[in-house]
Each structure stands twice: as C-alpha cells, then as structure tokens.
C-alpha cells in the first residue's frame, strides 16, 4: 500500500508557477511509474504528466507540453511538477497516482484506470 500526499498548490495570476511536489509511503517508490492528473469542476479526470520508474522518459497531456515538467527523485520518494506560464484554464485539483504494474520499465500510461493508488489532491488557481 502506498500512501501518496501532495502540496504546493495555491492562487497564482496567469503567466506564473507553480511547483507540486507529491511524497510517497509505504512502498517502494521506484518500482512505480508516476503520473499526475487534474480535474477541474464538471469535467473529467484529465492526464497532466508521467513519469517512468526511474525519472528516464516523460511524457505529457498536450495542452501541458513545454509549460509543465515532471521529475522524480527516488532518494526521496516525491515527484514533483513544474507549471509555468500558467493559465486560468490549469485551474483545478491536482492529483498524484502511482501505477505498481507499468508494461515496461519505460511506461508511464496517461490512464487513470491504470493507476492503483492516489493522493488526496491539491487546488491550483490561475486568476486572470
């Protein structure tokens, strides 16, 4: 069982950052490939962001390329992301997962059925 709690969410204007940093316990975080997902009110569970078990390839949502960038430091079991030139539109609750059971060392689905544990979320806000 892996216990996931993400931070550094907050109220931010358009055009700034935000970095999210998502802690894990209880498990052995390498073996994990890591994702982060959002969902804003009245819509659907998006793909953000993942991230194969050893930090090597990354992948992203199509709306977040060459804004957002997910990293991993398995030393310290947290995966963070990196939001730049933020838009009103980023404005949701971010979710970290885990996914024990990638199809290969390289994965990192852009799935959410295909992740078996999730943090609590954090609110990010882009104001205009």
């Known amino acids: 069982q892996v216990h996931l709690v993400e931070s550094g969410g907050g109220l931010v204007q358009a055009g700034g950052s935000l970095r999210l940093s998502c802690a894990a316990s209880?498990?052995?975080?390498?073996?994990?490939?890591m994702g982060w997902f959002r969902q804003a009110p009245g819509k659907e569970r998006e793909f953000v962001a993942g991230?194969?078990?050893?930090?090597?390839?990354?992948y992203y949502g199509d709306s977040m390329k060459g804004r957002f960038t997910i990293s991993r430091d398995n030393a310290k079991n947290t995966v963070y992301l990196q939001m730049n030139s933020l838009k009103p539109d980023d404005t949701a609750v971010y979710f970290c997962?885990?996914?024990?059971?990638?199809?290969?060392?390289?994965?990192?689905?852009?799935?959410?059925?295909?992740?078996?544990?999730w943090g609590q979320g954090t609110q990010v806000t882009v104001s205009s």
């Open positions: 991230v194969s078990r050893g930090g090597s390839r990354t």
């Open positions: 997962a885990a996914d024990r059971d990638p199809p290969t060392y390289l994965s990192a689905t852009n799935y959410a059925e295909d992740y078996d544990y």
């Open positions: 209880g498990g052995t975080f390498s073996n994990y490939a």
